[in-house]
């Protein structure tokens, strides 16, 4: 994988889902990393300032909506686009999201190449 290509962090509990969305972005040519909890996304992010992340609401520990506004809080990460994808589909989930800062939202389940298509719209303005 071409190390100039963008990098995407996927943070997920379920290992399967991981799989799914890591596969999918790989395939479009994107350097993915994946963590399963909100600790290990933090954790990636400083490590490797990641292109956009790719985010589930539920995980243990610390949850995603907590990583978000971590994220939206640091000067160095709060511009880093987030995609949330998740199974919480009420209204309160979604606003509260994308008021924290949440660049897009996407209910579980959902269609990996319309996953595919949300990361390719925010990352030209991003990474560069």
Do not use: C
């Not at 993915?32 to 609401?57: F, S, T, W, Y």
């Not at 520990?61 to 709060?78: C, F, H, N, Q, W």
């Not at 009420?90 to 269609?111: C, H, M, N, R, T």
């Amino acid at each position: 994988m071409n190390a100039h290509q963008p990098l995407i962090l996927v943070a997920d509990d379920d290992g399967l889902m991981r799989a799914v969305v890591s596969a999918k972005l790989k395939a479009r040519g994107w350097r993915v990393a994946a963590v399963e909890d909100g600790e290990g996304a933090l954790k990636a992010v400083a490590a490797e300032r990641p292109a956009l992340i790719v985010l589930d609401a539920m995980m243990p520990g610390m949850d995603g909506v907590e990583v978000l506004r971590t994220l939206k809080a640091d000067p160095g990460s709060s511009e880093i686009p987030v995609i949330m994808l998740t199974a919480r589909s009420l209204e309160s989930d979604i606003v509260g999201a994308l008021q924290l800062g949440a660049s897009d939202y996407l209910v579980k389940p959902f269609i990996p190449e319309e996953l595919a298509m949300r990361v390719a719209r925010l990352l030209p303005r991003k990474a560069a």
